[in-house]
């Protein structure tokens, strides 16, 4: 377990529809980071929080969004779902912001989306 | 722009042998750090090794070792006697500056009995 918590595990929908997946970052941590992984693909980066504000963003569609909450959990929002949006979603957790050695991501397990 | 660069699809190694993984990335700082991560059939990301780009040391962990060519812009991953459980996705990865990591697409790695 290493201590990032990711909700749902798998979720199957169709197209058109609109899901929200849960991150619970390690106890600790203050940036939550969302990673897409398609099939047989690497992890695109798609947008980081530090403390409930938007930090970075990286290639998140406008028809997805994020946000942090106070208590540091975070969700992706993910709508006018596409057949291509079929993925496995990843949230990892850092204690900090910067670019340091130190600032390792924890991964969670993921939440695999199939869009049909 | 900041890329990873993983040319190698795919490998193979027999268990207890040596395989060398490479990686080479793009970037304009002079100071970063660079990681490797293992994803195995499990789907799950773990840490493997890291890498801070000042120091001249290679980093070592076990089995996991790292070759660092900092003008070459190179950051191979060396895995001595390879076991099963050492098969997986091994993606290279560089840290941003905001914190955020970019992956390479990653190495498929076999490791056969």
């Known amino acids: 377990d290493s201590g990032v918590t990711q909700t749902p595990k798998h979720l199957i929908t169709a197209t058109g529809q609109r899901v929200t997946l849960r991150c619970s970052p390690r106890?600790?941590?203050?940036?939550v980071y969302w990673y897409q992984q398609s099939l047989d693909q690497g992890l695109q980066f798609l947008i980081q929080?530090?403390?409930?504000?938007?930090?970075a963003k990286g290639n998140i569609l406008e028809r997805f969004s994020a946000q942090q909450f106070p208590d540091l959990h975070s969700e992706l929002n993910l709508s006018s779902l596409e057949l291509g949006d079929s993925a496995l979603y990843f949230c990892a957790s850092s204690l900090g912001q910067t670019r340091s050695g130190a600032n390792v991501l924890t991964f969670g397990a993921g939440s695999r989306l199939t869009v049909l | 722009a900041q890329t990873v660069t993983q040319s190698q699809p795919e490998m193979s190694v027999q268990e207890a042998e040596t395989v060398t993984l490479s990686c080479t990335y793009d970037t304009s700082e002079s100071n970063y750090y660079l990681f490797w991560y293992k994803q195995p059939p499990s789907r799950q990301m773990i840490l493997v090794i890291r890498?801070?780009?000042?120091?001249?040391q290679n980093a070592t962990e076990n089995r996991f070792s790292v070759n660092f060519q900092k003008a070459a812009k190179s950051f191979s991953l060396k895995i001595s006697d390879s076991q099963l459980g050492d098969t997986a996705m091994y993606f290279c990865a560089f840290i941003r500056s905001q914190g955020n990591l970019i992956f390479g697409k990653g190495t498929k790695l076999s490791v056969k009995p």
């Open positions: 106890s600790g941590d203050l940036s």
């Open positions: 929080y530090y403390n409930g504000e938007e930090r």
């Open positions: 890498q801070e780009a000042y120091k001249q």
